[in-house]
């Protein structure tokens, strides 16, 4: 079975703070891919990275970053110098690899508040 | 570049009425994806397409629950008779496929269509 979870539910920052998302999974597939979202409160899905379980290098897009950890199965998202426009619902997301298990399993999300 | 193009953006209905939401994938994209997101279950697959063929439809709920796709730039999720159970936020995803199994791109969403069942 796969499963993602993130388990803090809220967190709330104030404008300029560093934030990070915690993401775990679950998989039993050897290849699969990872992904995370942001829903901001107008509602629309953002896709934001993927990353592939044989790349485990870190990413940085602007403030931010991502730290894939295939050790602790985690894929954790680091916001730098946070900004009210960040205020979001984010999703991390896992996909399998061929069959059913090629579809999208999301995390319940993370409600990030930015606050100025 | 048109991102996928989801309608109507709001829907309120009484019970018992038939609802159909439309989708129009990003031109090119071969796989297809219904999702309802409702605060107690999150973010839920309901059916996916690829190259307009249903794959898997174990997320649809019930047989008041359908899904078309009849060419590559179209599809419908349709319930009929409609429940207050069913209100919810329906979003429609397209992605490039590969091998037939949506692969490992990434899912670009619609707005969404916020239904309302009364």
């Known amino acids: 079975a796969q499963k993602v979870t993130q388990a803090q539910t809220e967190i709330s920052v104030v404008e300029k703070e560093d934030v990070t998302l915690d993401c775990v999974y679950e998989?039993?597939?050897?290849?699969?891919?990872l992904f995370w979202y942001k829903q901001p409160p107008s509602g629309e899905l953002v896709f934001l990275i993927r990353?592939?379980?044989?790349?485990?290098q870190n990413e940085i897009s602007g403030r931010y970053s991502w730290n894939f950890q295939k050790s602790t199965s985690s894929f954790n998202f680091t916001i730098t110098a946070s900004q009210v426009v960040d205020s979001a619902v984010y999703f991390c997301?896992?996909?399998?690899?061929?069959?059913?298990?090629?579809?999208?399993?999301f995390g319940k999300g993370t409600k990030l508040s930015v606050k100025p | 570049d048109a991102g996928v193009i989801q309608s109507p953006r709001h829907e309120v209905t009484e019970m018992g009425q038939e609802v159909t939401l439309r989708c129009k994938p990003i031109?090119?994209?071969?796989?297809l994806f219904w999702y309802r997101q409702t605060m107690m279950r999150g973010l839920e697959l309901l059916i996916y397409?690829?190259?307009?063929?249903?794959?898997?439809d174990s997320g649809m709920p019930e047989d008041r629950f359908s899904a078309k796709m009849p060419n590559a730039s179209f599809s419908t999720l349709k319930i009929q008779p409609s429940e207050p159970r069913d209100s919810a936020v329906y979003f429609c995803?397209?992605?490039?496929?590969?091998?037939?199994?949506?692969?490992?791109?990434?899912?670009?969403f619609g707005d969404g269509t916020r239904l309302s069942i009364l």
């Open positions: 995803a397209s992605s490039l496929g590969e091998g037939g199994q949506g692969g490992n791109q990434p899912q670009h």
């Open positions: 998989t039993r597939d050897t290849t699969y891919y």
């Open positions: 990353r592939n379980s044989f790349d485990e």
């Open positions: 997301a896992l996909k399998g690899y061929g069959g059913s298990q090629g579809n999208l399993i």
């Open positions: 031109s090119g994209h071969n796989s």
């Open positions: 397409f690829n190259n307009n063929v249903p794959i898997d």
